[in-house]
């Protein structure tokens, strides 16, 4: 279930930063859906192979900022890759990374907070 919502409302963020960055172009929902499978995709794949030897060369210091590059590359890639969305330039990338990051952030300890109080640990009150 995490998966799908995280899906929903990573497409919901690229379609939001369309609205708001004049230099991204995003059709439809539907568009803005494949772009967050395949951005998702390509994360888990060459965004794994890039980031490995990144994290090397900065000694694991900058991983949150490597994770950031290695996702706005991966958006790019994406630009290339779907007919119906379109980013102008590299900062834009960035602010989507940067906005899906916290997205994901934000929908992953929501899940968290809820296995941990239905998980069924009985909470104490003091």
């Known amino acids: 279930m995490e998966f799908i919502v995280s899906l929903l409302v990573s497409a919901g963020v690229i379609l ?7 230099s991204v172009t995003v059709k439809s929902f539907g568009t803005a859906l494949w772009v967050a499978i395949l951005i ?35 958006i790019k890639l994406a630009d290339k890759l779907v007919r119906n969305f379109e980013v102008r330039g590299f900062w ?14 934000l929908v ?11 998980s069924g640990e009985v909470e104490r009150v003091y």
């Open 108 to 118: 992953s300890s929501t899940f968290n907070d809820n296995d941990r109080t239905t």
């Open 16 to 22: 939001l930063m369309a609205y708001l960055l004049p």
């Open 92 to 105: 834009p990338a960035i602010v989507i990374a940067i906005a899906l990051a916290a997205a994901t952030t």
């Open 40 to 74: 998702g995709i390509l994360n888990a794949t060459v965004g794994w192979l890039l980031r490995f030897p990144m994290n090397l060369v900065t000694f694991f210091l900058l991983e949150f900022v490597v994770r950031l590059i290695v996702t706005a590359i991966m």
